[in-house]
């Protein structure tokens, strides 16, 4: 199983330049989220999608759109980039269901804008 | 509003010592709680959880946290630290927020594990 697929995996930027982070899951999982991590502040959610046609802002949605094309994708968006959105992305997905509570995560997009 | 404060951003343990990493939570309502465990250059994965139910809760490789609501504590414990557990815990808090479950992580902890 592939699980959740994130591409790429590095990207360097030009501030001012755009760029659609990728994400998608085999797991049939109803609801998925975008993280960003940096140095001393854990994970911060970015923008969550409940279900295929809904997305919600998180903690720090500024600078970011996202999409959630079908049940499988949900992408990133960073119109113009900036270097305070260098980080690392990650995705992950949710299983339906108040009682299943595990977040699955792709292994991550290493951003740096210069 | 739910958040998470973990305790020491760095631990370093001995091969074979106790592993005590702390995690303290704020919730309005009852929470669930995790442990999240990040190895290098990989995405997180679930260590532990805390629902309902007992208190003393068992996740993978060992390790346990104990969910004392007095305390508003969820502290991860391993008896004896092994090299490969060398890596970034994260504590986390979900709560319902809109239209889906969120989660709340703490700014992690980096434990090394001397020889």
């Known amino acids: 199983n592939a699980g959740v697929t994130q591409t790429p995996k590095f990207q360097v930027l030009k501030t001012g330049q755009s760029m659609t982070l990728q994400c998608a899951q085999d797991?049939?999982?109803?609801?998925m989220y975008w993280y960003r991590q940096d140095p001393g502040m854990g994970l911060r959610l970015i923008y969550y999608?409940?279900?295929?046609?809904?997305?919600d802002k998180g903690e720090v949605p500024n600078g970011y759109n996202v999409s959630r094309l079908n049940k499988r994708e949900f992408s990133l968006r960073l119109e113009s980039a900036a270097p305070s959105q260098t980080s690392v992305y990650f995705c992950?997905?949710?299983?339906?269901?108040?009682?299943?509570?595990?977040?699955?995560f792709g292994s991550g997009t290493q951003l740096s804008v210069l | 509003a739910q958040s998470v404060t973990q305790l020491g951003s760095h631990v370093s343990v001995s091969e074979g010592a106790l592993v005590l990493l702390r995690c303290n939570y704020s919730?309005?309502?009852?929470?669930?709680l995790f442990w999240y465990v990040q190895y290098p250059n990989q995405g997180l994965q679930l260590l532990l959880k805390?629902?309902?139910?007992?208190?003393l809760v068992k996740g993978i490789n060992g390790f346990e946290a104990e969910f004392k609501k007095s305390e508003t504590s969820f502290h991860l414990t391993k008896p004896s630290a092994h090299m490969s557990d060398a890596a970034e815990y994260f504590c986390?808090?979900?709560?319902?927020?809109?239209?889906?479950?969120?989660?709340?992580f703490g700014s992690g902890t980096q434990l090394t594990v001397l020889p």
């Open positions: 999608s409940a279900s295929e046609g809904t997305t």
């Open positions: 919730s309005s309502v009852p929470p669930y």
């Open positions: 797991m049939n999982h109803n609801s």
């Open positions: 986390a808090v979900s709560v319902s927020s809109g239209s889906a479950r969120q989660l709340t």
């Open positions: 992950a997905s949710r299983p339906t269901g108040e009682s299943n509570e595990k977040l699955f």
């Open positions: 805390y629902t309902t139910g007992a208190t």
